[in-house]
């Protein structure tokens, strides 16, 4: 006689399949779950050191403004919605380049991003056009304020205001601006950058 042999049933083969496929399934939602937040950290990343680099060239713009005589009659230019002056700094090697060292600077908003405008010579006529570049994107609001040095050293913030009262114009060089960003990815972000000609230098660390 024929040794019998047992095999698997239909049924078993369906369960099998059956919780194969379960398992299938698990482990693709755990998969897709975990690739979603990779791209949504991914993103936050990306965002985050767009914005390190925005804060990073207003920084090293601020620090160098020098009081600069220009046909406004302000070292430093507020308007609504807008920020300009002449800064120090500008890398001319052995002076070649047709310019100085000096930058006329502005930052503005245009079509919801903060957009950093400079120009090739300092005294700036209306024919000069501007080179554009985006600082920031997803801003609604931009705005720069002169701070007192006792506000910088802690007392509360107030406009630095010559003869004429107009906040815009400026007697001397303040020791630090106030900017505030309206932004959609991050809200409101308030800096306080130091000027280096502004006669206010940083504390060493103890």
Known sequence: MMPYRRGFTLVEVLVTV?????????SASVINAIMRTSE??????????KLQYGMLILE???RQIVARDNPTG??????????????SGWFN??????????????????????????????DVTESSEPKSRV???GVTAFTAKPLKRGAV????PSSVRNNSGDNGDIEGLPPALEITIETEAWGTI???FLINDGGLSEQPSP
Request: net charge negative; glycine share 8%; charged share 20%.
């Open 74 to 87: 302000r070292y430093i230019f507020i308007d609504e919605g807008r920020l300009g002056f002449v800064r």
């Open 190 to 192: 308030t800096r306080v």
């Open 40 to 49: 949504q950290s991914e993103t936050a990343i990306a965002r985050l050191e």
């Open 60 to 62: 090293q713009d601020i």
């Open 18 to 26: 059956v919780i194969m496929a379960v398992i299938g399934l698990a």
């Open 135 to 137: 600082v920031l994107e």
């Open 153 to 156: 050293q802690g007392q509360t």
């Open 93 to 122: 090697p052995l002076g070649l380049f047709p310019r100085s060292e000096l930058q006329p600077v502005a930052y503005l908003i245009r079509e919801g991003n903060l957009v950093r405008e400079h120009f090739n010579f300092v």
